[in-house]
C-alpha cells in the first residue's frame, strides 16, 4: 500500500511516499529555518505563507516518478502544531484525496514523531516511548500501537524551546540545539563549577515523570548574569547547560524505564539528535535504545505517512468521507502548559 504524507505543523515542508508503513519511496522536505533565523525563532504567520509557497514544489519533487493516480491514500498531519500551518498540508492532503476518490488518513504528529525510528527498526512492545523536540516533551508507556499510555509532559517549556531561550540570551543564534550541541563537543568546553549546585527539577514523587524547562532555564539566566559571558567560557556555558537540561530528560525517563520494568527506549523528534543524549544513552547497557536517524528525526512527511499506514489498517472503513471531517488542533487536550495533568 502506498501512502503519501505531507508535513506541514511548524517549520518544515515536507512530502514522502511510504510503502506498507516501512519503505520510504521517497521525501522531500523544505526547512524554513533561515527564513526564520532573523526572529530567532518560528513566526507563525510567516510559516504558514511559505509553506502556502513552497507545498506545490515539495509535492512534485515528494511525487518522484509515481503518478498520483497509483497512490493508495493520502495522509497529512492535522495536529498538534501551528494551526495555519497544518491548514496548508490537510487542505492539500484532502483536496488529493477527493479528487482521486482515495482515503485521507489524519495523522498525530506525536504519534508520528514516535513512529519514525520504526520505519528502520523492529522494535518489540513494550516500550517507553520518549518525544523530544522544540515544541513537545512528553513520555510514554507502549504497549502497542493503539495501547499507549500518556506518562507525564513538561509542565512549561520543551526542551528545544529551553535551548532556543539560552541560544537567544547568549546571541547564539537558531535554532539553539544545534548551535550548543556543536559549541559543547569542542574538546575546550568544561562543566562550569559556578553551575554544579543547581539542582534537576521536580524531584517530588507526583512529578516522576515530567519535566520543567522554565525553572532551569530561569535557573541559569540567573547565574549567568553574575558570569561574564566571554569568547573563552561560552563553549563551556554551552556545555554546562546541554549536560544539565539532557540530565534532566534522562532522569525522567529512567524512573519510567524502573517503574514499569521495561528494557526498551523508543525516542523520537529533533532533540533525539542531540550527541550528548546519544552519547549518555549509548552507556545504558541493560536498555535497548532506538532512535531515528538524524534525517528522520526532525519534522519529516516520512513519519506521517508510516504512521498513517499503522492507523489506517486498524480501521479502513473510517478513512472514507468521515476522516473528511476530522478538524486541525493546536494543542493535545491532556497536555496543558503549567498544570499537571497526572
Known amino acids: 500500500m502506498l501512502i503519501l504524507g505531507i508535513e506541514t505543523s511548524c517549520d518544515e515542508t515536507s512530502v514522502s511516499i511510504v510503502e506498507d508503513g516501512k519503505k520510504v519511496v521517497s521525501l522531500s522536505t523544505f526547512s524554513q529555518i533561515e527564513i526564520h533565523k532573523v526572529f530567532n525563532g518560528v513566526v507563525p504567520e510567516v510559516a504558514s505563507r511559505n509553506h502556502l509557497l513552497k507545498i506545490i514544489e515539495v509535492l512534485e519533487s515528494g511525487i518522484g516518478n509515481y503518478p498520483l493516480d497509483k497512490i493508495d491514500a493520502f495522509a497529512a498531519t492535522n495536529g498538534p502544531g501551528l494551526l495555519g500551518s497544518l491548514l496548508v498540508g490537510t487542505n492539500v492532503a484532502k483536496t488529493l484525496s477527493i479528487f482521486f476518490n482515495k482515503p485521507y488518513i489524519p495523522v498525530n504528529h506525536i504519534m508520528a514523531h514516535m513512529y519514525s525510528p520504526h520505519l528502520e527498526n523492529e522494535i518489540v512492545f513494550p516500550y517507553i516511548g520518549l518525544v523530544v523536540s522544540g515544541g513537545h516533551t512528553v513520555l510514554f508507556l507502549v504497549k502497542s500501537f493503539y495501547d499507549i499510555e500518556f506518562l507525564g509532559s513538561t509542565i512549561d517549556d520543551a526542551i528545544g524551546e529551553a535551548f532556543d531561550k539560552i541560544s537567544k540570551y547568549l546571541d547564539l543564534g537558531y535554532p539553539g540545539g544545534p548551535i550548543i550541541d556543536k559549541l559543547a563537543q569542542d574538546k575546550e568546553a568544561i562543566f562550569l563549577d559556578e553551575f554544579e549546585d543547581i539542582s534537576l527539577p521536580l524531584p517530588d514523587k507526583k512529578d516522576r515523570y515530567n519535566f520543567s524547562y522554565s525553572g532551569l532555564k530561569t535557573a541559569m539566566v540567573y547565574r549567568l548574569k553574575k558570569l ?67 534525517p528522520l528525526c526532525s519534522d519529516n512527511a516520512a513519519m506521517v505517512a508510516g504512521r498513517a499506514y499503522i492507523d489506517y489498517i486498524k480501521n479502513p472503513d473510517f478513512f472514507t468521507k468521515e476522516s473528511l471531517k476530522s478538524q486541525a488542533f493546536s494543542r493535545l487536550s491532556f497536555i496543558q502548559k503549567g498544570k499537571r495533568i497526572v
Not at 544539565?244 to 525516542?267: C, E, G, M, P, Q
Request: charged content about 30%.
Open 228 to 294: 561574564k559571558v566571554n569568547e573563552k567560557n561560552i563553549k563551556s556555558i554551552a556545555k554546562t547547560f546541554q549536560e544539565l537540561a539532557i540530565k534532566h530528560l534522562l532522569d525522567k525517563t529512567l524512573n519510567a524505564l524502573k517503574d514499569f520494568n521495561i528494557s526498551r527506549l523508543v525516542i523520537s523528534g529533533g532533540v533525539s539528535a542531540n550527541s550528548f543524549l546519544r552519547k549518555e544513552l549509548s552507556k545504558l547497557k541493560e536498555i535497548e535504545v532506538f532512535s531515528a536517524s538524524l
